[in-house]
């Protein structure tokens, strides 16, 4: 993330978002329903949501972050774009038990570059939250980077995930056969992935329609 615009500007301008925004937006405006309650975890600076609110104009979008200044960030991108569909930005601490009763009932999930960051046992629950907080029928959209077969795709990634893992021990990149188990422990149908720029992936995991009791 790089600094505000100005001293009175909440918006923060990240690189990387203004980078992958479009291949984002793609993805979400062709695996969303069209209609419905769409949550986003780890907002960030909220470009990403501003972004795609204008593409998904029937879907009334959550942005949630942990950290008051992105927060912050994320309501000012709000005002500023004049961002119809798109809530004021909650807290949420994605790792914490039990946030998905609260968030229940969500037919979209979209969490862009979190997973690598946090240990193991947090990105379990976060992916456990997120299954849970999906109503029947409602997709979850992960983006990162991963592991494949164990290993890193570029020296680039593999230098990054060596100095989140010094960083934060527990941290790092997860493996994808890791993950798509996780969700579908957690009740989520065959995850896939999309490929996406810069060695990166989408996963897209579906909630099971509830089927009704027979006769
Ligand atoms: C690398 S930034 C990604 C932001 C945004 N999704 C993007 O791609 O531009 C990681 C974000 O995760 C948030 N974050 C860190 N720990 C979190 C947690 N436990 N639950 C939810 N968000 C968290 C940070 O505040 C930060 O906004």
């Known amino acids: 993330m790089i600094d505000t615009a100005t001293p009175s500007d909440a918006r923060i301008f990240a690189p990387a978002a203004a980078r992958n925004r479009d291949a984002i937006r793609e993805v979400?405006?062709?695996?969303?329903?069209?209609?419905?309650?769409?949550?986003?975890?780890?907002?960030?600076?909220?470009?990403?949501v501003v972004h795609i609110a204008r593409a998904t104009p029937a879907l009334t979008w959550q942005p949630t972050?942990?950290?008051?200044?992105?927060?912050?960030?994320?309501?000012?991108?709000?005002?500023?774009?004049?961002?119809?569909?798109?809530?004021?930005?909650?807290?949420?601490?994605?790792?914490?038990r039990g946030w998905s009763a609260e968030f229940a009932g969500q037919d979209l999930v979209l969490m862009v570059n979190l997973l690598h960051l946090i240990t193991e046992e947090?990105?379990?629950?976060?992916?456990?939250?997120?299954?849970?907080?999906?109503?029947?029928?409602?997709?979850?959209?992960?983006?990162?980077?991963?592991?494949?077969?164990?290993?890193?795709?570029?020296p680039g990634d593999a230098r990054f995930d060596a100095a989140l893992r010094t960083e934060n021990p527990g941290a790092g990149y997860k493996d994808i056969v890791w993950v798509s188990r996780v969700l579908t422990d957690a009740g989520l149908a065959m995850p896939r992935t999309i490929d996406m720029p810069a060695n990166n992936l989408m996963i897209v995991a579906r909630k099971p329609q509830e089927i009704p009791d027979g006769p």
């Open 28 to 48: 979400v405006v062709a695996e969303a329903p069209v209609t419905g309650r769409a949550l986003e975890i780890a907002s960030g600076s909220g470009e990403h």
């Open 65 to 96: 972050d942990p950290d008051p200044a992105r927060r912050a960030s994320i309501d000012a991108w709000r005002l500023e774009t004049g961002a119809d569909g798109v809530a004021p930005a909650r807290a949420l601490d994605a790792a914490g």
């Open 122 to 154: 947090d990105a379990r629950t976060v992916l456990r939250e997120i299954a849970a907080a999906l109503a029947p029928g409602g997709v979850a959209l992960i983006y990162g980077p991963f592991l494949r077969d164990g290993c890193t795709t570029s």
